[in-house]
Every structure is written in C-alpha cells, then in structure tokens.
C-alpha cells in the first residue's frame, strides 16, 4: 500500500521561499509519476507541478512556471517541491499525488494516491 506524506509547510512573507517535500512510502516508487496539486479556499484543486516517473520530464502551472522546481529522488523516495518568489495567491493547501498506469490484459489499471495535504500561507 503507497502512503504519502507532505512535510515542509508553514508561512513565509510574499517574495520568500519555502521547500516543500512529499515522502512515498511503499513498492515501486521508481514507476510513478508524481504531481503537486494545491487547493485555495473556497476553490477548486488544480495542478501546480508534475515530474515523470523516471524524472525524465517536468511540468508546470503556468502560474508557477520559473518559480516552481519538482524533482524526484529515488535514493530517499521524495518529491521536493521548491518555491521561490511566493505570491500571496499561492497561499493553499498543497497535496502531493501518485499515479500509476498498468497496461493488464483488460486494458489499464490505474492507481492513484494522495497525501493529506499541507498549509502554505504567504502572508503580504
């Protein structure tokens, strides 16, 4: 069973910076794909960042982008996600994802797991 767990969060003033890190525990980390989302009150989850499963490609929020680095570390089997120049929009509750996709023979089975979540505020 994969669990997940967000470590890192807290408040910062706008302009700083903060490290955010995603632990996997459980088999074959090497073959997920992992992503950061973030939720805001009152809106809905959105994507921040994704990194492919052999780290091999990055993607970003245009929100983020040039702000925002995700890697992926096999060695401690975590997903940092370093933030620079925080803006107080991107005050959230930042979720760490995993996903999987299996090709079986009655086609793909896809397993996809979720952290708890972590409180970023940037205060202005």
């Known amino acids: 069973q994969v669990q997940l767990a967000e470590s890192g969060g807290g408040q910062v003033q706008a302009g700083g910076s903060l490290k955010l890190s995603c632990s996997f525990s459980?088999?074959?980390?090497?073959?997920?794909?992992m992503s950061w989302f973030r939720q805001s009150l009152g809106k809905v989850r959105e994507f921040v960042a994704g990194i492919t499963w052999n780290g091999g490609r990055t993607y970003y929020a245009d929100s983020v982008k040039g702000r925002f680095t995700i890697s992926k570390d096999e060695a401690t089997m975590t997903v940092p996600l370093q933030m620079d120049n925080l803006k107080d929009e991107d005050t959230a509750v930042f979720y760490c994802?995993?996903?999987?996709?299996?090709?079986?023979?009655?086609?793909?089975?896809?397993?996809?797991?979720w952290g708890q979540g972590i409180q970023i505020t940037v205060a202005t």
């Open positions: 994802d995993a996903v999987y996709a299996a090709v079986v023979v009655s086609g793909v089975d896809v397993y996809d797991y």
């Open positions: 459980g088999p074959s980390f090497i073959s997920y794909g």
